[in-house]
């Protein structure tokens, strides 16, 4: 097993009259797993849980969150501290090589992201091919599937090679983003700027126009760095556990992450936040009051989620709410952005906060409860808020497809299923059916 790990008592279970030991380990922050992985071969038996939310599917060293406090932390260092005082390429290599970095490393790795920001001229061509209503996160999944075909080392897990091929990613995913963006508006392609931190130079790329050349307020390029940050890990979610589950077939990087981002897409995952704004506006817009909102919500029949509400883990409240929902205000005042939609979200908040239905469900704000806000008011298109998310989970994806490349007990993915199905049947012939 993982070193980190230590061996508690034995669980026993007991089972069709007999019982059987299972060993139990405990990580660093006092979490135990029961191992099962020789509980088909000592019993014939599997587990059975869907949407794995009782599995285990790895040990990682990456990053802790203990739904029931509220607590995330990268590499051990808490989410609140990273949004305080790092950036997001500080906190990117932070998660990948599990240290932060010297200054002298983080000089280089900066001056790497920013001279390998511009993507191959051929890649440009790959853009013609989508039509211009088309969803930027496809466009994203396919553009670094397709940078991967000019990589000449794919597979590296360690090394220069990697070092690059990291640096690169976290890179070009901003300029094939800004590029996604450009595509659906019609206007040309902005070209990076090495001598823009990493969040103006995306907001340059995305807003900056032939004529006129867009220039970050710092707020606004501060605000986008931390939500960066915010989004930088989250251990087995979804999307990461998709970019695990194709790197366990050995896929190469770029093929996993371009994997992980569709897996992002989802509106029950990186989706929430564009669901968000959506909802916000439809009650801003329709006269409904949040009451009656809330109340639609609580009636199952109305098939009606509060968006940017409850989490699978965390069940007390998300951290990374509480830090936005600070900087939402901030950046609102900076801008002077229409406050409408943050109030109505504030009252939502309140209301559900108060609310029984919510309280004995445990559901609170998440991140994307006000990430969106945020991202409204910067004026970042609503089909480009899951690509922001993108961009951000990025170090995070890099670090769990090393980690997993690293790991010699890592297996291919590969779960079981009970077969619901129909018995054993003849085939009929069509002309007898
Ligand atoms: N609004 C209303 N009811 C909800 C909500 C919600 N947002 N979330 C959960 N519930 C209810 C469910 O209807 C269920 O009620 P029941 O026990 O009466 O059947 C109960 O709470 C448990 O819900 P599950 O769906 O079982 O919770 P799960 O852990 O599977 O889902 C999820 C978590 C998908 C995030 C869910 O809370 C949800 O759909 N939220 C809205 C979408 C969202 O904001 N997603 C972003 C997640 S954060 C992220 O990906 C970065």
């Known amino acids: 097993m993982s070193d980190g790990l230590h061996e508690c008592k034995n669980a026993m279970l007991a089972l069709e009259g ?5 060993p139990v380990w405990e990580g660093t922050e006092g979490e135990r797993g029961i191992d099962i992985t020789q509980l088909r071969g000592k019993t014939s038996h599997i587990t059975l849980d869907s949407g ?3 599995t285990g599917s790895c040990v990682s060293k990456i990053t802790f969150i203990d739904g029931e406090k509220g607590v995330l932390r990268y590499r051990g260092i808490p989410i609140e501290q990273l949004a305080e005082h790092s950036t997001f390429l500080e906190t990117a290599w932070l998660l990948i090589y ?3 970095p010297m200054r002298e490393q983080l000089k280089k790795f900066s001056k790497t992201v920013a001279e390998t920001s511009l993507i191959n001229e051929s890649l440009h061509y790959h853009f013609e091919g989508f039509p211009r209503t088309a969803h930027p996160m496809p466009m994203i999944s396919a553009m670094i ?12 897990s360690e090394g220069a090679d990697f070092d690059i091929a990291a640096a690169r990613l976290i890179a070009k995913v901003s300029t094939i983003s800004a590029f996604a963006h450009k595509k659906t508006v019609g206007e040309p392609f902005r070209y990076p700027h090495p001598g823009l931190d990493y969040a103006s130079n995306l907001l340059h790329m995305m807003f900056s126009v032939p004529y006129r050349r867009y220039n970050a307020k710092p707020e606004v390029a501060r605000a986008l760095d931390r939500i960066l940050i915010l989004h930088a890990d989250h251990e087995q979610n979804c999307s990461t556990s998709t970019v695990r589950m194709v790197g366990s077939s050995r896929a190469n990087l770029y093929a996993s992450v371009s994997a992980g981002v569709c897996a992002l897409w989802g509106p029950l995952h990186g989706g929430a936040n564009m669901a968000v704004i959506d909802m916000l506006e439809q009650i801003a817009g329709s006269g409904l009051t949040t009451r009656d909102f809330i109340d639609r919500v609580k009636d199952k029949s109305s098939h009606t989620r509060l968006m940017g509400f409850g989490h699978r883990v965390y069940k007390n409240f998300d951290p990374r709410a509480k830090i936005l929902k600070e900087q939402c205000d901030a950046v609102l005042q900076a801008l002077g952005a229409n406050q409408r939609i943050l109030e109505i979200a504030i009252e939502l908040e309140e209301a559900a906060l108060n609310d029984e239905y919510f309280i004995e469900r445990n559901l609170y704000p998440n991140v994307d409860f006000y990430s969106g ?5 910067i004026g970042i298109p609503v089909n480009m808020f899951t690509v922001i998310f993108a961009i951000g989970r990025m170090p995070g994806w890099i670090a769990h497809w090393r980690e997993m490349s690293h790991d010699a007990a890592a297996r291919i993915n590969r779960p079981r299923q009970i077969y619901a199905g129909s018995p054993l049947r003849d085939y009929t012939p069509l002309k007898m059916r």
Do not use: H, R
């Open 52 to 54: 794995f939310a009782n």
């Open 145 to 156: 599937n397709a940078m991967g075909c000019y990589q000449p080392a794919l597979y590296a």
């Open 18 to 22: 007999s019982t059987v030991e299972l």
């Open 373 to 377: 806000i945020i991202l409204k008011a």
């Open 98 to 100: 599990g240290e932060l």
